[in-house]
């Protein structure tokens, strides 16, 4: 009897221009893991070291059974190939959820940040119907904050040194969207 290790096809659920979301799938799981490993990763968590793989796998485990979690494959639309991943984290007592981006490595620099966080937004308040989605990111990673910008967030606070930046403290910005930042945006 043999096994086909071939990943499954990923099905879209929301397309942009060059991504789209799809889910999270189980034996993409390892290169999940190696992405959000990556040093230039932790360092943009605001994190001081890696998750290991057991804590991974265990978060991944649970959170596909879970209502209070989505993650979601970020995906290019013409090759399907798997350029990130995106996450709500969901508090149903106020129906807002936490957004978290993680962009392969070798899939930086090409502004897929923007695109990925633009329709995660969209799946959150079209589909989810959630009533806000809020960020935290380090005030010197100038990059992801003007991704998460030109996608619709806004500022919406400073925690003074409550992050890491390669070594050092810095303060950690807060955004947060509803869906009227997204009408406004049109």
Not at 67 to 81: C, D, G, N
Request: with cysteine.
């Amino acid at each position: 009897m043999t096994t086909d290790t071939t990943p499954t096809a990923p099905l879209p659920l929301r397309a942009g221009s060059r991504l789209a979301l799809a889910l999270a799938r189980e034996e993409l799981m390892q290169e999940y893991h190696r992405w959000e490993t990556d040093p230039a990763t932790v360092v943009g968590f605001g994190a001081r070291w890696p998750v290991s793989w057991e804590v991974f796998q265990a978060r991944f485990h649970s959170a596909h059974t879970s209502a209070h979690y989505q993650l979601f494959e970020v995906l290019h639309t013409r090759s399907a190939t798997p350029v990130g991943t995106a996450a709500l984290s969901v508090d149903q007592s106020v129906n807002n959820a936490e957004f978290i981006l993680v962009i392969a490595p070798e899939q930086r620099g090409r502004g897929y940040a923007a695109e990925a966080t633009a329709l995660t937004l969209e799946w959150a308040f079209a589909i989810a119907s959630l009533n806000s989605v809020w960020l935290q990111v380090p005030a010197p990673h100038t990059p992801a904050v003007n991704a998460y910008v030109k996608a619709g967030f806004r500022a919406a606070g400073r925690l003074r040194n409550a992050a890491l930046w390669h070594g050092r403290r810095v303060d950690k910005l807060l955004f947060d969207c509803v869906p009227d930042d997204l009408a406004e945006k049109r």
